[in-house]
């Protein structure tokens, strides 16, 4: 089954402990991406990959890391977690990136994580 | 620059009766735009997408939206509510010559029996 998948689903942390949210996509998608979403404020994205090796900033990169070592991964990094990135975050993945034709994006089923 | 608005934050209707979700854009390339819709706990699901063929664009489940390139608006639509439209729908506007994707805030539809 074509598939976007994370792990974890849920996790509850504390401030400065570092995690790995990871995203696996199953389809050999070029493009990956991640986002957060918050109440009132929509779909925001940290980072996008367009293909393995690149990668760029989007919208709220502030602390978050990302790499694309493997076309298939795209993991999620916080470095020292805060309390303000308690946050569902997303990751999605596109045939190719919005530069080419008009690619929908497929979705994972998101990570609820709390930064305690 | 590219953003997206979506004109309401909540909207209610009663089963049986139309629907209409607004949203305007603004881009400076060639927009590509997107309906997708979230049920409570769940993740995204493309409803639609303009892909430039015909301004008119047929979703899943009977939605509809048409681009209004004059009005810069991409309104989705739907004759007639059903319990089970009840959920989120984000209107995301990107295109080509950019990399990113920009979402609405969203607009939550409550379909009243």
């Known amino acids: 089954e074509a598939q976007v998948t994370q792990n974890p689903r849920y996790l509850i942390t504390v401030t400065g402990k570092k995690l790995t949210v990871t995203c696996s996509q199953n389809?050999?998608?070029?493009?990956m991406s991640w986002y957060r979403q918050d109440p009132g404020l929509g779909l925001r994205q940290i980072y996008y990959?367009?293909?393995?090796?690149?990668?760029d900033k989007g919208d709220v990169p502030e602390g978050y890391k990302v790499s694309r070592k493997e076309k298939r991964n795209f993991p999620l990094i916080l470095e020292s977690p805060s309390p303000n990135q308690t946050s569902l975050y997303f990751c999605a993945s596109s045939l190719r990136g919005q530069l080419s034709s008009y690619n929908e994006q497929f979705f994972g089923p998101g990570t609820r994580l709390t930064v305690l | 620059a590219q953003s997206v608005t979506q004109l309401d934050s909540h909207v209610s209707v009663s089963e049986g009766t139309p629907v209409l979700l607004r949203c305007n854009y603004s881009s400076s390339y060639s927009p590509s735009l997107f309906w997708y819709v979230q049920h409570p706990n769940k993740g995204l699901q493309l409803l639609l997408k303009y892909t430039s063929a015909a301004t008119l664009v047929k979703g899943i489940n009977g939605f509809e939206a048409e681009f209004k390139k004059s009005e810069t608006s991409f309104h989705l639509t739907k004759p007639s509510a059903h319990m089970s439209d009840a959920a989120e729908y984000f209107c995301?506007?990107?295109?080509?010559?950019?990399?990113?994707?920009?979402f609405g805030t969203g607009t939550r539809l409550k379909v009243l029996a």
């Open positions: 995301v506007v990107s295109g080509v010559g950019t990399y990113k994707s920009i």
């Open positions: 990959s367009m293909n393995v090796e690149v990668t």
């Open positions: 389809m050999n998608h070029e493009y």
